[in-house]
T-cell receptor, first 111, second 115 residues
C-alpha cells in the first residue's frame, strides 16, 4: 500500500511569492496527479505526470521517479491560487484500485 | 461534452434514513470510482466499478454501503441507515476504457450531512 506524504500541510504566503509544495510516496507508481480543491468545491486535475516536468501557465510540476518525489510550483502567486492542493498516485500494477491521496496542502495567498 | 455530473450537490439526512448519491460519468467513460473525504481528512478510495460490475470494493465499509453502475443510467452509491459519522463529501471520478495513465476527471461532489 502506497503512503503519500505532502508538505507543508499549511502554507500562507504573500501575493507574488514563489510557492513550492512537495509530495513523496513509498512505492513505485505508474502516474502521479496534482489536484486542486477550492473550499466547498469540486476537485480539478492540474497535472498528470509519469516522468520529467510539465508546465501550465504559472504552474509547474516535476517528478523524480528514482527519488519517489514530486513538487508543484506556483510562480507569481495570486490570492485566487488559495486552495487545497492534493497529490495522488496511481499504482504501477495498473490494477483495479483507484488513486491514493495525500492529505493535501492548504495554501492561502494574502494580497 | 459535459464533465462528471454528481447529484445532489448537498444532501441532508436524519440518522437512520437512506442516502442515494448519483454519478454520471463523462461521455465515453465506462469506469467509475467513488471516493470519500471526511472532515479534516484526505480522500479515500471506496469502490471501483465498470458497467454492471464491481471491480474493487476494498475501500467500502462492510455494512450499510453499496454501489452499483447499471447498464443504463448513473452509478449509485447507497448508504443505508445513515449515522453521523457518514457525514462527508463523496466524490465520483470517471475514466475511459483504457484507464492507465489517464487524467483524473472528478465530479463536484455530494456533501452529505447527517443530523
Amino acid at each position: 500500500k502506497n503512503e503519500v506524504e505532502q508538505s507543508p500541510q499549511n502554507l500562507t504566503a504573500q501575493e507574488g511569492e514563489f510557492i513550492t509544495i512537495n509530495c513523496s510516496y513509498s512505492v513505485g507508481i505508474s502516474a502521479l496527479h496534482w489536484l486542486q480543491q477550492h473550499p466547498g468545491g469540486g476537485i480539478v486535475s492540474l497535472f498528470m505526470l509519469s516522468s520529467g516536468k510539465k508546465k501550465h501557465g504559472r504552474l509547474i510540476a516535476t517528478i523524480n521517479i528514482q527519488e519517489k518525489h514530486s513538487s508543484l510550483h506556483i510562480t507569481a502567486s495570486h490570492p485566487r491560487d488559495s486552495a487545497v492542493y492534493i497529490c495522488a498516485v496511481e499504482g504501477s500494477g495498473g490494477g483495479a484500485d483507484g488513486l491514493t491521496f495525500g492529505k493535501g496542502t492548504h495554501l492561502i495567498i494574502q494580497p | 461534452n459535459a464533465g462528471v455530473m454528481q447529484n445532489p450537490r448537498h444532501l441532508v439526512r436524519r440518522r437512520g434514513q437512506e442516502a442515494r448519491l448519483r454519478c454520471s460519468p463523462m461521455k465515453g467513460h465506462s469506469h467509475v470510482y467513488w471516493y470519500r473525504q471526511l472532515p479534516e481528512e484526505g480522500l479515500k478510495f471506496m469502490v471501483y466499478l465498470q458497467k454492471e460490475n464491481i471491480i474493487d470494493e476494498s475501500g467500502m465499509p462492510k455494512e450499510r454501503f453499496s454501489a452499483e453502475f447499471p447498464k443504463e443510467g448513473p452509478s449509485i452509491l447507497r448508504i443505508q441507515q445513515v449515522v453521523r459519522g457518514d457525514s462527508a463529501a463523496y466524490f465520483c471520478a470517471s475514466s475511459p476504457l483504457n484507464r492507465v495513465n489517464t487524467e483524473a476527471f472528478f465530479g463536484q461532489g455530494t456533501r452529505l450531512t447527517v443530523v
